[in-house]
């Protein structure tokens, strides 16, 4: 128990889920992790359900205390490497080359993470090139190969 606020320091008295010491900490650092794309507020429907998150997003209705913040959902990044915005772009990219539904390139991405287990590196490397196909070089008729 106890410990120090995870955004001021200030020691915290009664531990949240978010390790902050009050409603105000949840909502700045909830905002500068969807500012930096750590977390993505749109699209968790269709997002491994393992990976979305609630965040504190609005203060509690009328400021009365104790009643506690609102919560959102959010996607955080299921691949690692990438931040949840990254992770998202990878699933556009591979779901418009692959032709799949979106659900179908979620499924392929988690599965080449686990795949490639252990070498966050790969996995990274594998979808930086899923997200950009052909920066260095001209488009060219026909599938890409
Ligand atoms: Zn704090």
Redesign the pocket.
Known sequence: MGGN??????P?KRPDRFL???I??SLSQAEDRVGDGTYLERGHSYWPPEYVWEIAWRPAPGGVPGTGPKFHPVRISFVPGLNAVDADRAVEGLGEREALTTEQAVVAIDHLTHTLSGDPDSVHQRLTAVRRPSTSHPPTPGRPR
Not at 5 to 10: H, M, P
Request: glycine share 8%; charged share 15%; net charge positive.
């Open positions: 606020c995870a955004r001021c320091g200030a915290v902050t010491c009050t105000r900490c």
